[in-house]
């Protein structure tokens, strides 16, 4: 059947594939024909995202890591087979007023949401393992370059960090037929939101602002990543995707 969004035949690594967005998009890869590499930190739920993966017509496999540590990643990479897409998702958030920010705070939040990924994906292109078509998405956050909210300072310039690095990369990258692209979800219903400091009276509050009057289903990030890994997005390069229900609009 004709579908210009099939990943049949494609080999895409996610990060942060043991929860949330990351474990969505590679039940949705793996749904749409792709072979599937997970990597993460803890293994029995990269295990659990594994055995939630369409295996009618591929193998896919997990490599735990610590994207945090540059050994990991050098360990990673040097295990992984040629790709045809990587999405780089794995991330951590932390409500910090500006006057409590700490230098671990910031070492933390930027090392996973910022440095990882560049290093990544520097140790991918060093190491020759990303085909010449292949596609790199990024997870990025309306925080930052589209909504700001008190108490998310150091993710959001994170975040934002990461997105003029996509910038860069889409432009050095291009002549090699590799191209980079982001998303940027607004509030997504994961163990991250879980793991924030919100009451249940915060969070009802906080979703009235969404014109469409819900946060996002991890399913729904998982499609927007999925069109970029495409074929169907083949001269889409240095862009970023929205996905967040109207917020940015108020
Ligand atoms: N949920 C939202 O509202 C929302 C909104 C906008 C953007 N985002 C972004 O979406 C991405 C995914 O978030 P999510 O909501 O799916 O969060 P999540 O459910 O908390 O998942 C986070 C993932 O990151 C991985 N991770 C954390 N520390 C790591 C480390 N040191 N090394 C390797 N992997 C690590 C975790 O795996 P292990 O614990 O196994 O290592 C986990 O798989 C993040 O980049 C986040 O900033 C989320």
Redesign the pocket.
């Known amino acids: 059947m004709y579908n210009p969004f099939s990943l049949r035949g494609k080999t895409i690594l996610v990060?942060?594939?043991?929860?949330?967005?990351?474990?969505?998009t590679a039940i949705e890869c793996s749904r749409l024909g792709a072979t599937v590499i997970l990597?993460?930190?803890?293994?029995e739920?990269?295990a659990e995202t594994l055995n939630l993966l369409d295996i009618s017509e591929n193998k896919h496999f997990s490599i735990?890591?610590?994207?945090?540590?540059q050994a990991?990643i050098a360990e990673l990479v040097s295990n992984l087979p040629q790709l045809d897409g990587c999405v780089?998702?794995?991330?951590?958030?932390k409500t910090t007023p500006v006057q409590f920010i700490s230098e671990n705070d910031l070492e933390h939040i930027f090392?996973?949401?910022c440095f990882?990924p560049i290093l990544l994906t520097k140790e991918l292109v060093r190491k020759k393992k990303l085909y010449n078509s292949s596609s790199l998405v990024f997870?990025?956050?309306?925080?930052g370059n589209f909504n700001i909210l008190p108490g998310n300072s150091i993710?959001g310039s994170a975040?934002t960090g990461l997105s003029a690095f996509v910038k860069y990369a889409a432009l050095e990258l291009a002549g090699k037929g590799i191209r980079c692209n982001s998303v940027?979800?607004?509030?997504?219903?994961?163990?991250?939101?879980q793991?924030q400091a919100y009451s249940e009276e915060d969070k009802q509050k906080d979703m009235s602002f969404y014109p469409l009057k819900r946060?996002?289903e991890?399913s729904e990030?998982a499609h927007a990543i999925i069109y970029l890994l495409s074929d169907a997005a083949s001269w889409v390069t240095g862009t970023n995707l929205v996905i967040d229900g109207g917020r940015s609009l108020k």
């Open positions: 990060t942060g594939a043991s929860s949330g967005i990351g474990r969505a990597t993460g930190r803890n293994e739920r990269l735990a890591a610590d994207l945090t540590q990991s780089n998702n794995a991330g951590i958030g090392h996973l949401n990882a997870v990025l956050s309306i925080a993710y975040k940027s979800p607004g509030m997504i219903n994961t163990p991250f939101i793991n946060y996002g991890p990030v």
